[in-house]
């Protein structure tokens, strides 16, 4: 019976941008370093939604210390919300469009990088959150954002250049929502619970968040007139959002918001519809090991 040590490689074909032949080859190059760095190696595409939780759920059952997420923010949630609270830790190796929570760590974009990073770096401790008992580990929120995420995943392509032209037809359209937030009513264009600083794409929307702190960061976007949309476009992508007369943040643990009927939210740009007008969002500190 060999004694060394057993690594998964959750790979989901669907992910970015990228072809299912070039994620094959990202597969064999995945296995050649593993067995190379005398591991016992195993990888497997996922075939339909939830699969990664479910491999991944069965992976720490066996007992294996790393599992890799092969795909984009979607796969990587699916696979780290089986391996929160566990002693086996996550390896992200990012293709997908956004690679937000990827961007936040540091972890390299070119994929033959990620997984040697993911195969020889060591397990590091991350906060994780939940809203309304979804996990999310980049960011989630309501508002403007999970407008678009919604609008986003009805897209055939996926990709930056989709996704900014379907957050601008959005816009141009979209009309803030009031939610009652700490007991006050307030109409708001976004509203945000930041585990890590990014969207994705490097647009920061958090830009002083701490992944490790305990808490989240509540940035709150309020209306603004259709002359600011360019300047706080900019001050997303320069990292200075929170320099704007328009973004305010507070750091909390948990947080209630409620809306009147049905409330479209995203969990790490998952677009989800919560059928009351109840969200509930917490952090969980400490819950997940990340490979760095």
């Known amino acids: 019976m060999s004694s060394r040590s057993a690594v998964l490689a959750i790979i989901n074909p669907l992910s970015g941008t990228t072809s299912v032949a ?19 190696p195993e990888a497997i595409f996922t075939t ?62 070119a994929p033959p990088k990620a997984i040697e990073r993911a195969l020889t770096g060591r397990p590091v401790v991350i ?15 309501l508002g403007f954002e999970a407008y678009v995420a919604h609008a986003f995943a009805r897209q055939p392509v996926r990709g930056l250049p989709t996704y900014i032209r379907t957050a601008f037809n959005a816009f141009l359209g979209y009309k803030p929502p009031v939610f009652l937030l700490d007991g006050q009513k307030q ?6 619970f930041a585990n890590a600083g990014q969207f994705g794409n490097n647009a920061w929307m958090a830009p002083t968040a701490n992944i490790a702190d305990g808490r989240l960061e509540q940035c ?24 704007s007369p328009y973004w305010r943040g507070t750091s909390v643990t948990k947080a ?17 519809t919560l059928p009351a007008g109840q969200v509930n969002v917490r952090v969980l500190p400490g819950s997940l090991l990340v490979l760095l």
Request: with cysteine; glycine share 10%.
């Open 22 to 40: 070039q994620k094959a080859l990202l597969q064999d190059a995945f296995m050649r370093r593993a067995e190379a760095l005398d591991y016992a």
């Open 220 to 243: 709150e976007i309020r209306p603004f007139p259709t002359q600011a949309a360019g300047v706080l476009t900019w001050r997303l992508f320069n990292k200075t959002l929170n320099q």
């Open 187 to 192: 109409k708001l264009f976004s509203l945000t």
């Open 127 to 141: 906060d994780s959150g939940e809203i309304n008992e979804h996990p999310f580990f980049c960011t989630a929120g």
């Open 48 to 109: 339909h939604p939830g699969h990664a939780t479910e491999l991944a759920t069965d992976a720490v059952k066996r007992g294996v210390n790393r599992v890799l997420a092969i795909g984009g923010d979607g796969t990587i949630n699916e696979t780290a919300q089986a391996l929160r609270r566990s002693a086996t830790a996550l390896g992200i190796v990012p293709i997908g469009s956004g690679n937000g929570l990827a961007r936040h760590l540091g972890i390299p974009l």
């Open 256 to 272: 209630t918001v409620e809306a009147d009927g049905p409330v479209l939210i995203h969990a790490d740009g998952e677009p989800l």
